[in-house]
């Protein structure tokens, strides 16, 4: 994909994030048209048997762990890069009363910490996901799920980064298409060896 489009992307998902930290109407519109979708993907990749995920690429309204935190009993943790993301996360989790669901942390996916998670979520906007996703397959637990979101016009990369690991085994995958002319796809896969 061209990195024009993924740069801007990217601002999109940051500048929505940003609105539904500051405005409470856009972020409870927020949260009912994309945590659709995350319910859908709790629903089909039965993530409610999850004790404990790993959510990298939160940004500032941490909108995958407040629907986890709706719809399963997993303890959840939630990383961004982005000091500033961070910041309001935490904030959106305290004003939620989520402390003890959820813990938002600072940090950078080709080197945090993967073991000890079941599940292990990768934002859209979580970058650069090769690295991200070699470094899950090198350091998360056998069996560990993994669920890879991408944009309709970047599968064919996850695509290949499945088809050139055999460490990987691809389950299944859903289309995403809440927002008009929009569509991402959910990759479910899981962690077949060390």
């Known amino acids: 994909m061209d990195k024009i489009i993924k740069i801007k992307l990217n601002y999109f998902w940051h500048f929505i994030d940003f609105l539904s930290f500051f ?6 519109i927020y949260e009912k048209i994309i945590g659709i979708e995350y319910e859908k993907e709790i629903k089909n990749f039965e993530l409610t048997k999850s004790k404990k ?9 941490p909108i995958t762990a407040l629907v986890l935190a709706k719809k399963t009993s997993a303890k959840i943790v939630s990383i961004d890069k982005d000091p500033i993301a961070v910041k ?21 996916g080709q080197k945090y910490p993967a073991k000890n998670y079941d599940t292990i979520i990768l934002s859209s906007c979580s970058s650069p996901k090769r690295k991200i996703l070699e470094h899950i397959l090198k350091t998360a637990d056998i069996n560990t799920k993994i669920i ?26 859903m289309n995403n298409s809440s ?16």
Request: glycine residues 6%; charged residues 30%; hydrophobic residues 40%.
């Open 88 to 108: 309001f996360a935490q904030k959106v989790i305290n004003k939620k009363k989520l402390e003890k669901k959820i813990n938002i942390d600072i940090g950078n």
């Open 53 to 61: 995920i790993l959510h990298i690429g939160c940004g500032a309204y």
């Open 148 to 173: 890879v979101r991408e944009i309709e016009k970047n599968i064919d990369n996850i695509n290949d980064i499945i088809k050139s690991n055999k460490n990987i085994k691809f389950i299944d995958k």
């Open 179 to 194: 927002i008009p002319n929009f569509k991402w796809y959910s990759f479910y896969l899981v962690k077949k060896f060390n």
């Open 23 to 28: 405005f409470n109407r856009f972020g409870i």
